[in-house]
Structure formats: C-alpha cells, structure tokens
C-alpha cells in the first residue's frame, strides 16, 4: 500500500508528465533552442520571454553574442516553466510518501528550502553560495534515500515509497542544475547527455514508484526471477544505447554519414578517429553549439550508434520472442517487438531523410516508451512466494 490511497493517482500524473517534459525537451534540443535563453533561469531577464520590442532590443543589447530568437526562446523557457511543474508534482510526493517517516517532512521541506534559496542568489551572481546552498539540499535528500528503506517504517503501518519519492526529487534538483550547465556552459556535450539520461532516469523512477503504489499491480509468474534478470540487462543495454544517442546529438554527429544507409559516406566502414569521439571533458570557455568534432570524429559516434543498437535490437527481440510465449505477458511481447520495429525504422528514417524534426521527436519518445515497458515488467514482474509476502 501507498502511504495515501491517492498516491498511486499522483505518481502516473508525474510519471506522464514527466514523459511531456521529455519529449519537448527532445524537441528544443533538436530545434537548435538549447541556448535560445543565454541566461537562467530567466530568459534574458525575463520570468517568461521578451515579447515586446523595446524588450528585446534591450535583450539583444545586453547579451549581443546571443540575440533573440522569437521563435525558439519560448521554446527554451516553456521546458523550463513544465520542468519545474514537475518538480513541484515530486515536490508533493516526496511530502507525502515521508510524512510518516521520522523528521521525514522536516528533511524535504529543510532541503526543499535549501535549494530554493540558491535560485535568487545565482542570479545575482553569488555562484559558490548558490551552489554551496543547493549541495546542501542535494546531498540531504540523498542522505535520507540512503537511510531509510521502502519497507514499513513500524510494524503495524503501511508499506510507503519515502525513499524512491526522496530519491526521484533529488534526480530533479540534480536535472534543474544540468538544465542551468547546459546555458552556462554552452551545451557541452557531457552535460546534454547527462540532462537526457536524467530526464529519462525521473521517468524511470516515476513510473517504477507509479507501479508499486498500484494496488493489484504484481504480474506472478514462476520463473520471474529469470525474466527480471533479462530485463536488467535489457535496460543496462536500452540506457548505453540512449546515452550512445544523446552523445551523438549532442556532437552533431546525426549528420556525420549523410543520408547513407547501411553504409556511411558511401563505405561500409569509413575512416573514423574514436580518440577524439569520446572525449568526455573538453574544458570551459567552448561554444559547443554546432560541434567541435571533425567529420572523422562524428563518423565514430555515428557507427558506435549503429552498431550498439544491433545489439540492443537482438537482445530485446530475444526478450519480446520469451514474452510471447509466456501465458498472461503476451500482449507485453507484442508491445516490445512493435516498439522495437517502429524504433529502428525512425532511427532509419533520421539517416534517409536528413533527420527531419518530427522524427528526430519521435525516435527520443520511443526510447522513453522502451523504457517505460522495461521497468514496468521489472516492478510488477514478482515470484508466487514474493507476490503474496510483499501484499501483505
């Protein structure tokens, strides 16, 4: 049980909206409005965007290096405003699932606090405080996620999700601090990456706590213990495979083959240089937006890309093939190798057809989708024995 009857009705709330956040995020990403708003977590100075003239004449003379673009700084600052209202809907969770816990309201409100009050000195320009002051709230919310267990906090009390609720709020503070890297450091490829693998990670922890807060949600199957090990490593695959794309977009390295497919510049395998292709740590004072890699470089990336989602592709399918033959998960078999399909076929058309925008969208959505199916197969998928210990 959930520490609220309601709580499972707020976690798939988060967890959909989380997956919205994704989605547009991939869409400002992709659209080039990564630094459409040069500062943060304002939009040159504004809680929304410049929208009248003598606003953006003053915005373009305060920031001439980065002059407004109508057209993508709402998109930059819209993410922003639906990212923090997802922050507030773990914000509540987080409340509710360790009100029962010992201090367990005075921990996220004292860290809530803590992170709060570095906004308005980083905007002032105190950045060692600000960041002295959100380190302080990280790392209590990563202290209680480490203390407390998702087991009963008495005997006689409901089971409650306090910590993967505390741990989901500090993945979120970490992915605000990420999205304030990614301005100020001029989209550094490491730290794009890190936003997508974090986005996606909320996503994850949403949905897995969605599922545990669902009444009658255990899927009991003998043998459970062998499908959720092959569901572990489907994800620890999935999750290279994704951190393989953000890295490729964020090198600009989509383009690196033209629109050859399977072959990349005309060559099955043409001349690549993969000491420069995964240099994690460039330095600060770049301007990475439009890359930094030559087309050798970019060449790796991409066939990297490739040849990991084979591998991602056969592994998945084995487990889609299992599925199916598993009475009761069939319908789950078939959502996988449908998914599987559709998503090698958009990874196919970003080649061909020169990574046309809604595309490039739809092929982050169904990752995001893959991993929803995987993790909800892991936190429902329980042996007959566990299935009954854990409902009572």
């Keep these: 049980m959930s520490t609220h009857r309601h709580f499972h009705r707020l976690a798939w709330l988060a967890a959909a909206f989380a997956l919205c956040v994704i989605v547009f995020g991939a869409f400002v990403r992709l659209s080039q409005a990564g630094l459409s708003c040069p500062d943060w977590p304002t939009c040159y100075g504004h809680a929304t965007w410049p929208t009248q003239t ?3 004449v003053q915005a373009n003379r305060a920031f001439p290096d980065r002059p407004f673009e109508t057209g993508k700084a709402w998109r ?3 993410h922003r405003m639906l990212a923090g209202t997802l922050g507030v809907l773990v914000l509540v969770l987080a409340l509710v699932a360790a009100r029962r816990r010992p201090r367990g309201t005075a921990i996220v409100v004292t860290a809530s606090v803590f992170v709060a009050a570095s906004i308005p000195f980083f905007v002032n320009g105190s950045h ?9 709230g990280e790392a209590l919310l990563i202290a209680a996620a480490m203390t407390w267990s998702n087991a009963r906090s008495s ?6 999700l306090a910590r993967i609720a505390v741990l989901t709020l500090a993945m979120v503070v970490f992915q605000a ?12 490829p490491i730290v794009v990456m890190g936003h997508l693998l974090g986005g996606l990670a909320t996503f994850a922890l949403l949905t897995m706590m969605a599922w545990r807060a669902t009444p009658g949600a255990w899927l009991t199957l003998a043998g459970a213990a062998r499908l959720r090990m092959l569901l572990w490593v489907g994800i620890g695959l999935l999750v290279l495979q994704i951190a393989l794309g953000g890295w490729t977009s964020a090198n600009y390295a989509a383009w690196a083959c033209g629109t050859d497919f399977p072959k990349c510049l005309g060559q099955w395998w043409p001349d690549t240089d993969f000491r420069q292709a995964f240099v994690l740590w460039r330095g600060f004072g770049v301007d990475y937006s439009g890359g930094v890699l030559d087309i050798h470089a970019r060449a790796a990336i991409q066939m990297t890309h490739r040849v990991v989602a084979f591998l991602v592709f056969g592994h998945l399918a084995g487990v889609g093939v299992r599925l199916l033959r598993t009475p ?7 959502t996988l190798l449908v998914l599987l399909v559709v998503q090698i076929g958009l990874g196919i058309s970003n080649v061909v057809f020169a990574l046309p925008l809604p595309i490039a969208v739809a092929h982050n959505a169904g990752a995001a989708l893959l991993l929803f199916e995987l993790v909800t197969l892991l936190a429902r998928l329980r042996e007959p024995a566990a299935a009954v210990l854990e409902s009572t």
């Design 177 to 188: 601090l990420l999205g304030m890297w990614t301005v100020n450091w001029l989209v550094m």
């Design 155 to 160: 005997p006689n009390a409901p089971a409650d």
């Design 328 to 334: 009761g998960l069939r319908t789950w078999g078939v």
């Design 128 to 136: 060692v405080l600000a960041g002295a002051l959100a380190t302080i």
């Design 76 to 78: 930059e600052q819209v």
């Design 54 to 56: 003598q606003d953006v």
